[in-house]
């Protein structure tokens, strides 16, 4: 896999010309091209994108995938987003996002990746480990856990975001499929992003790893993905389809629409018993389930119930168990406390 790397713009605003330190893919025909809709991909963008990448994500959606990372999760990110590197290895990558997988089941798949599996990605990606992927190198196992423990905490954040940009997702699909039938999509692909250009069959990405691939009959994939303007992520050596993953475009305009789902903000509130205790309390207004109260709250179900420990102890919420769940809500006095600092 490969993230693309920002091109800075020309003083007049235009995009920069790419020429060097390019990854290039000779496409050849335009006749095997088509638009998948891959919701891993979009979590991996926004994830990265809070953990350090910076390519534009809304701030407000940095914050919240944040929250919802648990601390071993977050370090299992880490090594993607490290400064002037593009490569990683393929595992970490969706499966063939023109099947478009479920993450649920991706990531049940990424915990039964075989050690040696993600081995064999690191022999095929590098011909020497670099140094900030030498710690999965040593734990595979855990690591392979971890990450795909956060890719599900951060899918919980990102989840509502996607089913909102339904119809948006659905517009871009019809563009493509337009573009095809007219011939467009030489367009589409010179398109896709500010640090890409295609010309002459020839498509290229402003790459600090470059490489050079032939698309020699693989159908080629196109991901609109929720992420900043500069994300680019792209896998253009499986020998199933090369797929390139791009902003979706209007997203920026999505993300500052105010009817878009989110945790309700803790405010003055959160002053008082800090932000993800806040979330918890504001999101426990109705009984939920402890799974449910974790993804209303927009933090990471592992760190739910200490905060829910913390809140039945100062007499904010109660807990009834109900089967084999238990169910979170405010008792009288949290309901009293969320009101007194309602107008903050």
Same mark, same amino acid.
């Given at each position: @896999?490969?993230?693309?790397?920002r091109?800075?713009?020309?003083?007049?605003?235009?995009?920069?010309?790419?020429r060097?330190?390019?990854?290039?893919?000779?496409?050849?025909s335009l006749?095997?091209?088509r638009?998948?809709?891959?919701?891993?991909i979009?979590v991996?963008?926004?994830?990265?994108?809070a953990?350090g990448?910076?390519?534009?994500?809304?701030?407000e959606?940095?914050?919240?995938i944040?929250?919802?990372?648990s601390?071993g999760?977050?370090r299992?990110v880490?090594?993607?987003?490290t400064?002037?590197?593009?490569?990683?290895p393929?595992?970490?990558?969706?499966?063939?996002?023109?099947?478009?997988?479920?993450v649920?089941?991706?990531?049940?798949?990424?915990?039964?990746?075989?050690?040696?599996?993600?081995?064999g990605d690191?022999?095929?990606?590098?011909?020497?480990?670099?140094?900030?992927?030498?710690g999965?190198l040593?734990?595979?196992?855990?690591?392979?856990?971890?990450?795909?423990?956060?890719i599900?905490?951060?899918?919980?954040?990102?989840?509502p975001?996607?089913?909102w940009?339904?119809p948006?997702?659905?517009?871009?699909?019809?563009?493509?499929?337009a573009?095809?039938v007219?011939?467009?999509l030489?367009?589409?692909l010179d398109?896709?992003?500010?640090?890409?250009?295609?010309?002459h069959?020839?498509?290229?990405?402003?790459?600090?790893?470059p490489?050079s691939?032939d698309l020699?009959?693989?159908?080629?994939?196109?991901?609109?993905?929720?992420?900043?303007?500069?994300?680019l992520?792209?896998?253009?050596?499986?020998?199933?389809?090369?797929?390139?993953?791009?902003?979706?475009?209007?997203?920026?305009?999505l993300l500052?629409?105010?009817?878009l789902?989110?945790?309700?903000?803790?405010?003055l509130?959160?002053?008082?018993l800090?932000? @993800?205790?806040?979330?918890?309390?504001?999101?426990?207004?109705?009984?939920?389930? @402890?799974?449910?109260?974790?993804?209303r709250a927009g933090?990471?179900?592992?760190?739910?119930?200490?905060?829910?420990?913390?809140l039945?102890?100062?007499g904010?919420v109660?807990?009834?168990?109900?089967g084999?769940?238990a169910?979170?809500?405010?008792t009288r006095?949290?309901?009293?406390?969320v009101?007194?600092?309602?107008?903050?």
């Open positions: @896999m490969r993230q693309a790397e091109a800075k713009p020309r003083q007049d605003g235009t995009p920069p010309p790419v060097r330190q390019c990854t290039e893919l000779r496409v050849g006749s095997n091209v638009v998948a809709l891959d919701p891993y979009s991996l963008a926004l994830t990265t994108d953990l990448r910076q390519r534009g994500a809304a701030g959606w940095r914050s919240l944040l929250s919802a990372l601390p999760g977050a299992a880490l090594p993607i987003v400064p002037r590197y593009s490569v990683s393929d595992c970490v990558t969706p499966q063939n996002p023109a099947l478009e997988i479920p649920r089941d991706q990531v049940a798949w990424l915990h039964s990746v075989p050690e040696d599996d993600l081995l690191f022999g095929a990606a590098f011909d020497e480990t670099p140094a900030h992927w030498q999965a040593r734990q595979p196992r855990a690591w392979l856990h971890a990450y795909a423990t956060a599900d905490e951060a899918w919980r954040s990102v989840e975001l996607w089913k940009a339904q948006l997702l659905e517009d871009e699909v019809m563009r493509i499929g573009a095809a007219r011939g467009g030489d367009l589409v398109g896709l992003h500010p640090a890409s250009q295609f010309d069959d020839v498509l290229r990405i402003r790459d600090p790893e490489a691939f020699q009959g693989r159908q080629l994939v196109l991901v609109p993905m929720l992420s900043g303007k500069q994300a992520i792209c896998n253009l050596e499986r020998p199933d389809a090369a797929w390139i993953a791009y902003p979706l475009p209007g997203v920026t305009e500052r629409q105010p009817g789902p989110r945790p309700a903000e803790p405010g509130l959160g002053s008082v800090g932000p @993800m205790r806040a979330r918890v309390l504001l999101a426990a207004e109705r009984p939920l389930t @402890m799974s449910d109260l974790a993804r933090i990471a179900p592992s760190a739910v119930t200490y905060h829910c420990d913390r039945a102890a100062a904010l109660r807990r009834q168990k109900q084999r769940e169910w979170v809500s405010q006095r949290g309901a009293e406390l009101s007194l600092f309602a107008a903050g």
